[in-house]
């Protein structure tokens, strides 16, 4: 069974919303309650009294006032913990422009149409049927995008725009098609706008990460398009989905932080990282957050003299906030790991100010470049008490996770590279069994815009 057909009939995926509206006590009872406790206990019943649990398969609780009490029949349902994504990118979500639809569960181009026409009942005339990252065409049995004319099968009479991860390539229907036509036909819109052509076949070609492209200025206009309230609605909607599948608290890694205004020449990646959580800032005073959401502060300067990260460890609070939104600490890194001296300068700086850090590797050059440098704060400043992380990690060995473990250090498993290999032949992500069975603390992470 899938986990969508199994998580959307479970009890446990509504909780994060009832939350914030609960009354004091809500008793569960006649379900599956999968307790996740050290005997791996199974329970029928729970008691929930000021959001924590009280009673377990009736075990004697205090009595609660009829009036402030709830009761749910969960008539054999099952409820799991909420799940916790250590390493996601679901602000950005929120800010991507149009109708997002969730691909990541299809396996086939005509579930793809599936999806995107079940969308297109909720969204209004002329508005964009968007899906922009957290799908690879691997994962499809086609093992390629779809076309314009099956784009058209699918929604005919809304404009449609599949982006592939962070610089495409992408591919639209034929009112997709109209519009950058149109665009590429009249006066350019931005001194670096360069023409998106799009193919017969509704196929748009890529940008670089740097310079734009095809896809860099496609997206520059659906973001011109962008109104607060979109991005509102487009937060909303990326937390209900992770509540339907029972994921109720995320730790965000930013994205490459972009300030200033919008340019064609910015990939999805790019996000003005002081305007980012603009939507779910409001959200979270207006009282409407049901997920929990904690921000990690990534730095990506090369200046030697780190501006960024030295005002931000000398003016932001780690830590700080409530139940629903806080801030977190450094990462997914504190300077981008090929900077040399200055990615040394940047561990250094976090070490003395005894934060939080946490690095992204992508080999195991990488890692062991990580591991040494932990090693030589570790000698200086002690940071075994402050739990520094290693994200990804696509390569390992046990010196190197023996020499982590050592500094009470631990690792992040990128789940989703698995999908992305071009050949079946060729693993495309961690060791998961040789990871788990090492020791060191250890989580798994998507690394996506949602799950």
């Excluded at 679901?90 to 181009?109: A, C, D, F, M």
């Excluded at 011109?224 to 990326?238: E, G, I, N, V």
Aim: net charge neutral.
């Amino acid at each position: 069974m899938r986990r969508r057909t199994f998580l959307a009939t479970s009890a446990g995926a509504a909780l994060s919303a009832y939350a914030q509206t609960a009354p004091e006590t809500l008793i569960l009872r006649n379900g599956r309650i999968h307790t996740m406790d050290a005997a791996n206990t199974i329970a029928s019943s729970v008691v929930i009294h000021n959001g924590r649990i009280v009673s377990v398969n009736n075990r004697p609780a205090a009595n609660f006032p009829a009036r402030s009490t709830r009761t749910i029949d969960l008539k054999g349902r099952t409820v799991i913990p909420g799940v916790i994504e250590p390493h996601v990118h679901i602000v950005s979500l929120g800010n991507r422009p149009g109708y997002h639809t969730i691909l990541e569960n299809t396996t086939s181009l005509k579930e793809v149409q599936a999806a995107l026409a079940a969308r297109r009942k909720d969204v209004p005339e002329g508005q964009w049927i968007t899906s922009m990252g957290g799908w690879h065409p691997n994962q499809w049995a086609e093992h390629r995008h779809p076309t314009l004319a099956e784009l058209d099968a699918a929604v005919p009479d809304r404009p449609v725009f599949l982006y592939e991860r962070f610089t495409g390539p992408a591919v639209t229907n034929t009112l997709g098609k109209r519009y950058f036509d149109s665009i590429d036909a009249g006066p350019k819109p931005h001194p670096d706008y360069k023409p998106i052509a799009t193919s017969a076949t509704g196929a748009i070609g890529a940008a670089g990460f740097a310079g734009g492209g095809p896809c860099a200025s496609a997206l520059y206009l659906l973001r011109k398009l962008q109104t607060p309230a979109d991005r509102k609605r487009s937060t909303l909607d990326a937390m209900n989905y992770s509540a339907s599948l029972g994921l109720t608290a995320m730790l965000d890694q930013v994205l490459f932080p972009t300030p200033g205004p919008l340019s064609p020449t910015q990939i999805l990646s790019n996000l003005d990282q002081y305007h980012m959580y603009d939507a779910w800032l409001d959200l979270h005073h207006e009282g409407r957050t049901i997920v929990r959401l904690q921000m990690n502060f990534l730095q990506n300067q090369t200046d030697p003299n780190l501006p960024e990260l030295k005002e931000r460890l000398r003016n932001q609070f780690q830590y700080f906030g409530d139940d629903m939104m806080m801030t977190g600490s450094i990462g997914e890194w504190a300077a981008p790991l090929g900077a040399g001296a200055v990615w040394k300068e940047a561990q250094r700086l976090v070490a003395e100010a005894h934060w939080h850090n946490e690095n992204a590797v992508q080999n195991l050059a990488g890692l062991r470049q990580v591991v040494e440098a932990y090693e030589e704060l570790n000698k200086q400043y002690g940071i075994s008490d402050l739990r520094w992380m290693v994200h990804h990690v696509p390569e390992v060995n046990k010196d190197l996770l023996d020499r982590l473990k050592a500094m009470n250090c631990g690792v992040e498993i990128g789940a989703f590279r698995w999908v992305t290999s071009s050949d079946p032949k060729v693993p495309a992500g961690p060791p998961f069994r040789t990871i788990v069975d090492h020791g060191i603390k250890t989580g798994i992470h998507g690394d996506g815009v949602h799950i």
